[in-house]
Every structure is written in structure tokens, then in C-alpha cells.
């Protein structure tokens, strides 16, 4: 029990150094659902059940979905059409 | 081109963090000052205990079962107990803050230029409908069960508003906002009156009035699940506005 | 080493990732995840200290009565509002981020002060 929370609080503090170092706005976006998402995971074996399924609706669908949302219109004002992976800059 | 002193930065940005880090751990986990570390108080003299049992009596030996009644509060999940009933006032302020949040998006927006987008494809149009149907279902189960299993307004509200973004992505001509605005303004108005009549038949704002239920059936916590009801129509309807405001082509101002 | 030392040093490394990013970051997106990431690790520092060893959930069930020990649920309300206004400030913050675009011409926060050497200035990555 101990060794598996170590291994997902190691995923989710290099997560988390990933997010500030890669170049891709995209991927940073999606890294940072899937620190929310096994941030819920640890919810639900802290016995928290009602912020697990919060931290899971709200944390990882809806934040992830609003910065993909803002990046397409990022790239749309750049005269880009949307459709390359991510935002070089 | 990068920042030339950006690895400076870098290293003066660890040190200050580990500067903190270090100063904060030891804090926290000094045991000769008064508290003897974190997590340390017994758990039978924190305030939730007097959550957890039902009671502010300082001798109770009674024992919160299911199937009971007569307590002063009569909701299974004691989560919600806390965020309804016994600190109802912090869960005005937070629907408070995402109407502020909601307002916000609304009038801060700018105009969109859309260039070229692609139409939805055959397998979103046939299988959108079919999954918000089990979407609904389970957001609406979830928020009017908030008082036995673990959910409440919250997560149901947010469950049922990206089923209303996925909708809103695919058949984009779907929604008016103004009837869907208006339902947002009665949940709002439906809170404060419910607070106002714990004022006038209780004794205080947002008191539950109602008899006790019996702990463990679904019409036990009338106050609850009333409360939650609004409160999850609210978000819903807040959430979804502001993906509505995100990928929307036409609302906004002109851009400087 | 027991399971709560480990959720306390696994929030305060989270705690510490954001508020470095917070600090040393130029493009204003990362700066928000950056404060995302710091938001998350508030909220798992807040239920780790309510946590008990052994402890049963806070919902009372037909096998589960108030004499169970069980960990503590006002963290956990505390929480449910924390994580819903991080999601508000990331919506409103997403917005400015659209707009300091449409008005600077670029992600950087660099070029605040500094219009008239933007023509010179390319979008930086990090």
C-alpha cells in the first residue's frame, strides 16, 4: 500500500515538472488532467469520496477542456489554421 | 528567441523554493513547540466530531444508526450534512463566486474570427445523443442522491454541463441562452428564498426546518436535497455558459 | 515511513513545483497550469490532515454506524469549495490570457512594458 502511493506521488511530481518544461501548450494542458486525475485517485485512498468524484468531473474534464478551447483560439488569431499539434511558442 | 538569463532565473527560482521548503518543514514538524506536529489532535475533540454525531451535547453516548430519527439533522453522507445544513453559509459564497466567475467570461470575452473548421463527422452526430442520454441519467442521479452516497450538487452539476458542451460542439445551432439564463436566475432566487424561510420558521438564515427524516431513505433530508436540486441546476447552467462563451462564433465585442 | 508522511511530502512537492513554475515561467499559459498545479496540492494537503489511520468513510451506512472511527469529513466540505473556485479562476484567468494576446500580439510576459522592442521579440517557449 505504502509502495504504490509512492509510485503514483513520483508519476505525479514529474507530471508536474513536465508540465513547466515542455513546448507543446497542448500536451502541457493534458499533462496537467492527468495529474488531476491521479490526484483523485489519491482522493478515493484518502477515503474522500465526494471530492474524488468532484476533483474528477470539475479537475480533469472541464479545466482540461477550457484550455484546449482557449489554445484553438489562440491559434485561430494567429493566422494558423488549427489543425497542428499544439502552439510552438 | 529565449530569454537570455532564463537559466538564472531557473537556479534563482530553486533556491528561493528550497529556502521556503526548508523553513516551512521545519516548522511544521518541530515537536518541542505547543502542538507536537500536524495531525496530532485527538479526533474525539475536533469540532467535526460534533458533525459526525449529530450533537452538541458534551456527554452523548448516542450512536447515529441508519434507519434512526429524531436527530437534528437526518442525512446519511455527513459531507453533506456539513456543506448544507452545518456551514450552509460557505456554500452561498462559493455559488456566489462562480456566478462572479460566469459574469466574468461574459463580459470580458472578445469577438472569434473563425477561420476554416470542419463539419461534425457521422460518428459524433449518431453517438452524441445516445451518450448524454447515459450523461443526464447519471448527473441527475447523482445530484439527487447527494444525501446518501458520495456526489452532491457539485459533481452532478458539472457532469450534467459537459453534456451540454458536448451537445453545444456538434449541433451548433441548438441552444437559446436567454430561457437557459433565465433558469439560472429562478435556481439563484430559489436558494435565497429557501434561506429566508429557515429565517422565518427556524431561527436562523438557511436553517433546516423541516421534521427529522429517518436516516437512509431518499425523502429523509427534504432541506438537502431541495438545496442541492438548485444548487446543481445553478452550476450546471454556469459551467456550461462559460464553454458556450469559449466556443461560441458569434457573441463578444470587436477585438482592439 | 507511513502512508500519511507520504500523501504530506507528495502535496508539499506539488506545493513547490507550482509556486517554481509561478515564478520562473514567461509564457502566461504555463503560468496558469502552474498555478493549477499549486491549487491541487493545496487540496490534497488539506485532506491528508484530516486523514486517520484505519478510518472509515464519513457516510453512514447500514454496516457503518457514528461509532466507527472514521477520518474526518470537514476537510473534505472545505475542499468541495476550493476545488470549485480553482475551476472559476481558471476560466476567468483563461480569458485574460485571450486577451492580453489580442492586444500584445504575444504569449510572453515579458513584453508588458516593453511595446516599442516588440517588433524585435519572438514568441518564447518556456
Redesign the interface.
Known amino acids: ?2 509502495a504504490f ?2 509510485v ?2 513520483t508519476v ?2 514529474a507530471g ?2 513536465a ?3 515542455v ?1 507543446s ?1 497542448r500536451s ?2 493534458v499533462i ?1 488532467g492527468v ?2 486525475l491521479l ?1 483523485a485517485l ?2 478515493v485512498m ?14 480533469a ?3 482540461t ?3 484546449f ?3 484553438r ?2 491559434d ?2 494567429k493566422d494558423k ?2 489543425a497542428g499539434d499544439g ?3 | 528567441m529565449k530569454n537570455r538569463y532564463q537559466s538564472l532565473i531557473d537556479i534563482a527560482g530553486l533556491i528561493i523554493v528550497g529556502i521556503a521548503v526548508y523553513l516551512v518543514g521545519t516548522a511544521l514538524t518541530d515537536t518541542s513547540v505547543a502542538g507536537k506536529g500536524m495531525n496530532s489532535a485527538d479526533f474525539k475533540q475536533r469540532v467535526s466530531y460534533r458533525y459526525v454525531i449529530k450533537s452538541v451535547e458534551p456527554s452523548a453516548k448516542m450512536e447515529v444508526k441508519w434507519g434512526e430519527s429524531g436527530y437534528e439533522e437526518s442525512s446519511a453522507n455527513i459531507v453533506t450534512s456539513i456543506v448544507v445544513n452545518y456551514r450552509g453559509f460557505d456554500t452561498l459564497g462559493e455559488v456566489l463566486v462562480l456566478f462572479a466567475s460566469s459574469a466574468a467570461v461574459s463580459l470580458l470575452i472578445l469577438k472569434r474570427v473563425p477561420k476554416k473548421t470542419f463539419p461534425p463527422t457521422q460518428i459524433m452526430t449518431s453517438s452524441v445523443p445516445l451518450v448524454n442520454l447515459l450523461v443526464f441519467i447519471l448527473g441527475s442521479f447523482i445530484i439527487l442522491h447527494g444525501h446518501l452516497t458520495p456526489g452532491g450538487g457539485f459533481p452532478g452539476g458539472a457532469i450534467i454541463a459537459s453534456g451540454v458542451i458536448l451537445m453545444a460542439l456538434v449541433f451548433k445551432k441548438a441552444f437559446r441562452p436567454q430561457m437557459y439564463l433565465m433558469l439560472e436566475s429562478i435556481a439563484g432566487m430559489g436558494i435565497l428564498i429557501a434561506g429566508l424561510l429557515g429565517l422565518m420558521y427556524g431561527e436562523s438564515f438557511l436553517k433546516d426546518f423541516f421534521p427529522a427524516g429517518q436516516i437512509g431513505e431518499l425523502f429523509s433530508s427534504y432541506f438537502a436535497m431541495i438545496l442541492y436540486t438548485l444548487i446543481g441546476i445553478k452550476v450546471a447552467v454556469e459551467i456550461s455558459n462559460i464553454g458556450f462563451h469559449f466556443i461560441s462564433e458569434s457573441k463578444g465585442e470587436e477585438a482592439v | 515511513m507511513n502512508v500519511l508522511t507520504v500523501f504530506l511530502i507528495t502535496a508539499g512537492a506539488l506545493m513547490a513545483i507550482g509556486v517554481f513554475g509561478i515564478l520562473t515561467r514567461s509564457n502566461i499559459i504555463k503560468i496558469l497550469l502552474s498555478i493549477n498545479i499549486l491549487q491541487t496540492g493545496v487540496n490534497l494537503l488539506l485532506i491528508a490532515l484530516g486523514y486517520r489511520d484505519g478510518g472509515a468513510a464519513p457516510i453512514i451506512t447500514s454496516q457503518v454506524s457514528s461509532a466507527v472511527a472514521m477520518v474526518d469529513p470537514l476537510p473534505q466540505a472545505l475542499v468541495l469549495t476550493s476545488i470549485v473556485i480553482a475551476f472559476g479562476t481558471t476560466a476567468v484567468g483563461l480569458v485574460i490570457c485571450l486577451n492580453y494576446y489580442m492586444t500584445h500580439k504575444s504569449l510572453d510576459v515579458h513584453t508588458f512594458g516593453n511595446e516599442e522592442r516588440e517588433h524585435q521579440q519572438k514568441e518564447v517557449v518556456d
Open positions: 500500500m505504502t502511493i509512492v503514483i506521488g505525479m511530481c508536474g515538472i508540465v513547466l518544461f513546448r501548450l502541457a494542458a496537467n495529474v488531476s490526484a489519491v482522493f484518502m477515503k474522500a469520496y465526494d471530492v474524488a468524484i468532484t476533483e474528477a468531473a470539475i479537475g474534464f472541464l479545466s477542456a477550457l484550455y478551447f482557449a489554445i483560439r489562440i485561430e488569431a489554421k488549427g502552439d510552438e511558442e
